[in-house]
């Protein structure tokens, strides 16, 4: 839809909407450098003057992190690196399943991210788990990571890999391995996390005479299945990039892919277990609460029996017809009283005695 132009005071105002305005790739990028031999060159590098530079020179790889960029920004970015449409398309719309896919001359790696919210007891959290998304794109001469989220797990993985310049010498794809491996320890410490609040509502919930919150437990029982919906999908990837001989993995990168793959297997099977657990806090929550209702309606039965003694009997003298010789008794009246009260009384008494009351 084309502007509409009009005046307003003599000035010229444009009706384009901001969606159509071209924000520069610029705003997107978190950092981009050129790493040569494992150090990084000296200089701020914009990501046109940076892939040029290593085309030019056939020397070292570009690495460029990315913050949830839009469309034109993605679009600009992969014209410049040669990225396929499908890539650029990923990389835009966000919340794509953990995947590996290869390209003819690019590998793309998904991987969704979680972290854990702090809260002071999980009785009064309202949410456990936050989930984003990490997308690595790995070439022959460049390294591009796209997040999606407010996962902060990436921060210290370029400063970290800069004061090690020999795992860079190993090119782009010792990037792509360290984001992974970070991804899978956070997916640590959010298990942890979660166990240390598994711990403290089963604590909670077989404790003698404390109400059963059956609705917390469902709540984290759903953060459970949404962790582990999250991670579970990233097994096949990871063990793909340690067994596959890629081309763009080195076999020394592969050897720690593996570490990551086995780290992965141990945290899900972790969730596993706590999702399990869960599970039979749910069934024994169920349990308690039928219990609970069983020994309320007995309660409930005991006091209602003995309340029929009393009614009974002033429902029976209460008809008043004439023939009733009781009614011209002259202590009819405390007799019957007397008769009720230890009627109540024998009841309350048995059924105390049965742990009815």
């Known amino acids: 839809m084309p502007s509409i132009r009009g005046r307003r005071g003599g000035a010229a105002v444009s009706t384009t909407p901001p969606s159509r305005l071209n924000v520069p790739t610029e705003r ?3 950092d981009c450098g050129v790493y040569v031999d494992g150090v ?9 003057a940076a892939i040029r530079h290593v085309r030019e020179t056939g020397r070292g790889f570009v690495w460029i992190g990315l913050h949830s960029p839009d469309p034109h920004q993605m679009e600009a970015l992969s014209r410049e690196f040669g990225l396929h449409e ?15 896919e290869a390209y003819d001359d690019s590998l793309v790696l998904n991987m969704s991210t979680v ?8 009785t009064e959290a309202s949410d456990i788990v936050s989930t984003g998304e990490v997308m690595v794109v790995l070439g022959r001469d460049f390294v591009v990571t796209v997040r999606h989220g407010d996962f902060t797990g990436l921060a210290g993985i370029r400063a970290e890999l800069e004061s090690a310049p020999e795992r860079l010498v190993h090119g782009p794809a010792t990037v792509m391995h360290a984001v992974a491996d970070r991804v899978v320890d956070s997916y640590l410490e959010v298990a942890e996390g979660m166990s240390r609040d598994v711990d403290e509502l089963e604590t909670a919930v077989f404790a003698p005479r404390s109400p059963v919150d059956i609705e917390q437990i469902y709540f984290l029982k759903r953060e459970l299945l949404e962790l582990k919906h999250d991670i579970a999908p990233l097994a096949l990837p990871l063990r793909r990039l340690s067994v596959e001989h890629l081309d763009l993995i080195p076999a020394e990168i592969r050897h720690y892919f593996r570490d990551v793959h086995d780290h992965h297997t141990q945290v899900a099977a972790e969730v596993t277990t706590l999702d399990e657990q869960i599970t039979s806090l749910v069934n024994a929550a169920v349990a308690i609460i039928g219990v609970q209702q069983n020994t309320d309606m007995r309660r409930i039965s005991a006091w209602v029996a003995i309340a029929v003694v009393p009614t009974m009997i002033a429902g029976i003298y209460g008809m008043n017809f004439a023939n009733m010789p009781e009614l011209r008794f002259k202590y009819g009246y405390y007799l019957v009283l007397g008769f009720m009260v230890a009627a109540c009384t024998a009841l309350f008494l048995l059924f105390r005695k049965n742990r009815w009351l």
């Open 28 to 30: 997107a990028v978190v």
């Open 86 to 100: 499908l890539i650029t398309e990923d990389a835009t719309i966000g919340r794509q399943r953990p995947k590996l």
């Open 115 to 122: 972290s854990y919210l702090e809260h002071e007891s999980i």
């Open 40 to 48: 990084r060159e000296r200089g701020r590098f914009t990501h046109q």
